[in-house]
């Protein structure tokens, strides 16, 4: 099962490299990592993507939450919880396909941040699932270029 699994730990150098060789040495992949600073300038958000059963990903949060730079775990997965992940993509549009991509886009609510005669530059920001279907909406040959920031999210409750 997938799980989104949020750190918050001090930012300081080499807190991610630990939290990174802590996965690797235990055999467990990392499919999305986001990392950025937060409100508080001493501390960075970090949020994971992994795929393990109920156990394995305990075991991670187990794990996670002995590094000394960590302050707080937390699954997001188990909780309410919103998430986001934001998908850059370049697709090759002609005078026959631009209607249908235009249609496509408006279907998703995607945003066109940059046009060219045959190329258009596309935001749009969901769900992972929402993403993988858009992306899936077009023919392979027409996406040139797909550039995703990984999920990110916050508990809906306090």
């Not at 187990?62 to 699954?75: A, C, F, H, M, S």
């Not at 997965?77 to 002609?94: G, N, P």
Request: glycine fraction near 6%; proline fraction near 1%.
């Amino acid at each position: 099962m997938r799980h989104i699994i949020s750190v918050q730990l001090e930012n300081e150098a080499g807190a991610l490299s630990r939290v990174a060789g802590l996965f690797s040495a235990r055999g467990f992949n990392i499919e999305s990592l986001t990392v950025a600073a937060t409100n508080d300038p001493t501390l960075s958000r970090m949020t994971i993507v992994s795929v393990g059963n109920d156990g394995i990903i305990e075991q991670i949060v187990k794990q996670l939450n002995k590094l000394i730079d960590v302050v707080k775990v937390t699954d997001l997965t188990a909780t309410e919880h919103i998430e986001r992940e934001l998908l850059l993509v370049k697709i090759s549009i002609s005078n026959e396909t631009q209607a249908q991509v235009d249609a496509e886009l408006d279907d998703f609510g995607a945003k066109i941040i940059d046009a060219s005669e045959d190329v258009y530059t596309i935001e749009l920001a969901g769900k992972s699932q929402k993403i993988n279907d858009f992306i899936n909406a077009f023919a392979a040959n027409k996406i040139l270029e797909v550039s995703r920031t990984g999920v990110t999210g916050v508990c809906q409750k306090i």
